[in-house]
């Protein structure tokens, strides 16, 4: 269980749904990795998950303090100074960051690499390469200093590391120093922002990608970014 108030990271991959109050109408979900601030703890919870028990409790987080994707059915106003969550999927950061760091201490390409624990989300996980293994993403520093993206393909037996950033960067990026960052679910339609103005009935089919497996979404919050995905054995970016 976590202690009153801190700086926690959603674990869940699929995401930490957030509630106006405890047992309170669904505003959306926190993606994984992303810091969350709990205010603080609240009523004790128990919940099944995959046949497994769960314990924890409701806690205030500021919802100001990180990414909320808001879900499509809620159109309500809410207070994001005061929201809700299950705590049973936070993890304290700093026990977070050390699972991260013995991930990627089990990769000798990486040892000259380092989390970039300054951006709220510098971890991520899904299945990125489609043979329905859950990979690991993440944000690191090169020796050199570039903010690098480098995602190990985890296999049933073994793993590959890919990397994006620095100056061979597949999309120009040589620093991938995005505010936002995080997983698009598999079977998740996105498109080019150059239609964000038009409803979903209006975009030909052909402009929309659907995967049968996770993508990642990066952007500056104004004009930089996009969908990154692999197909064809290459990155992929559809801005």
Known sequence: MLSAQGIYHVNAVEGLTVRTKISGQKIGKIPYGYQVKVIEKS??????????????NWVKIDGKSTQIIIDPSFTESYDPKGVYVFDGYLTEQSQFIKQAESKIAKHPALKDYYLATSYKVFALKGDFFADGVQDDVFRLISPEGNVRVMAINNKKVGSDIYGLGGPKDPFGFTDYDFDYFYRVPAKTPFWSAEFNTKPMNQISKNDIKTLGYDAI???????????????????????
């Open 43 to 56: 009523d004790p919870l128990v919940i099944k998950d995959d046949g497994k028990s769960i314990s924890g």
């Open 217 to 239: 979404y990066i952007h500056d919050g104004k004009w930089k970014g996009g969908y990154i995905y692999r197909m064809n054995k290459k990155w992929n970016l559809l801005k």
